[in-house]
């Protein structure tokens, strides 16, 4: 195994962020054209909201996944979560049993917003449930994290504990590049937080929350943070987002092009 193969790309419809948070660029770099761009074997795709979804065809996505190592689908929001129906997974396992690459499912935004306190525990588990044992094959469930969202508050962390313990991964994100300083102290909480869960750690390719381009420094500094976490098997790996600014010559994907050359052959 090499470093690549702990690399994934969030990958959302081409075009999805043209005229958006700052970007004027107009892109059409689809997710499997950015992972054979950036040099990465693995894909989380998110249509990104309930009126996205409707209109991807899932089928077409995978078809072009097919060389990829693992493919994780966006599942949804705290909301399927909190209606506790788990009919909705078998849709999911549906598209499992043609594409064997398929193998694990991710919950964006989960904390945002609080939404998550309207999710009874007993309904998680038994979605996380139907995920691992089902016909088709044990399906890992993963929820976004971002640093603004633990750290402060005790009381806060120790409410949404029992959250973080009902998923197999957690993937934390920085969402605005300033916070980006702050990463070595978050990442030492988030480990005590997540003491028998998988982790990985996301790179915003593009300042979403500063709606304007990421620096390469910054890029390059979280990278090499990420490599050093890899190596020492504190993370199991690495999310780059995202397509969608890809093609649109911005100086972070170059940087972050010119790392994973540099970088993505190294023996894990």
């Not at 097919?66 to 705290?78: C, D, M, Q, R, Y």
């Not at 991710?106 to 007993?122: A, I, L, Q, T, W």
């Not at 990463?183 to 869960?197: G, Q, V, Y």
């Amino acid at each position: 195994m090499i470093l690549r193969d702990k690399f994934w790309l969030w990958g959302h419809p081409e075009g999805y962020y043209n005229n958006m948070y700052g970007n004027e660029g107009i892109s059409r770099m689809t997710p499997m054209e950015c992972c054979l761009y950036l040099g990465v074997r693995n894909v989380f795709m998110v249509p990104d909201g309930e009126h996205k979804h409707k209109g991807v065809n899932r089928r077409q996505y995978n078809k072009s996944f097919t060389t990829l190592n693992k493919v994780g689908w966006e599942f949804g929001n705290p909301s399927i979560a909190a209606a506790g129906d788990t009919s909705a997974i078998d849709g999911f396992l549906e598209d499992a049993k043609d594409f064997p690459n398929i193998g694990c499912a991710v919950f964006d935004d989960f904390k945002s917003g609080d939404r998550y306190k309207n999710v009874p525990m007993e309904n998680l588990l038994k979605m996380r449930e139907k995920f691992h044992e089902n016909a088709v094959r044990p399906m890992d469930t993963w929820m976004v994290l971002y640093t603004f969202q633990f750290g402060k508050n005790q009381a806060e962390d120790e409410e949404f504990q029992p959250y973080m313990d009902a998923f197999d991964g957690i993937i934390m994100w920085t969402w605005c590049e300033k916070d980006v300083p702050l990463i070595p102290e978050k990442f030492e909480i988030f480990k005590r937080m997540t003491p028998n869960t998988r982790r990985m750690v996301g790179v915003y390719l593009w300042n979403f929350g500063e709606q304007k381009q990421a620096t390469g420094e910054a890029v390059e500094w979280q990278l090499n943070w990420a490599k050093e976490k890899l190596l020492a098997g504190e993370i199991d790996g690495v999310v780059l987002h995202t397509n969608t600014m890809a093609d649109l010559d911005y100086e972070a994907y170059d940087v972050a092009l010119r790392w994973m050359q540099a970088n993505g052959d190294l023996p894990l």
